[in-house]
């Protein structure tokens, strides 16, 4: 999978780092806003693996046949259209 949510975090205190140091108001505002883009990243990621780890345990005759039918049974939900 692409992305690594520990990277992530590491440019987000990276970015915090700088903004401690920046020469103006609105570059330390930027940097912070985008230390916070990075720690949202890397909860997504976080996320997005869980979700793929789940899909990837299901049995194969189980997998569902359409994309949005796949969460539910992935989160061992019971299917609305069931």
Known sequence: M???PTEC???ALRCLELA???AT???RRALIALAETWKGLAAELES???LLQAMS???P???PSEPYEA???ALGLRSWAA
Do not use: C, I, M, Y
Request: charged share 25%; proline share 4%; glycine share 4%.
């Open 2 to 4: 692409l992305g690594n």
């Open 9 to 11: 975090r590491l440019h």
């Open 20 to 22: 401690k140091t920046a």
């Open 25 to 27: 108001l609105e570059s």
């Open 48 to 50: 997005d693996q869980a």
């Open 57 to 59: 345990e299901l049995e």
């Open 61 to 63: 005759s189980s997998q």
């Open 71 to 73: 969460l539910p049974v």
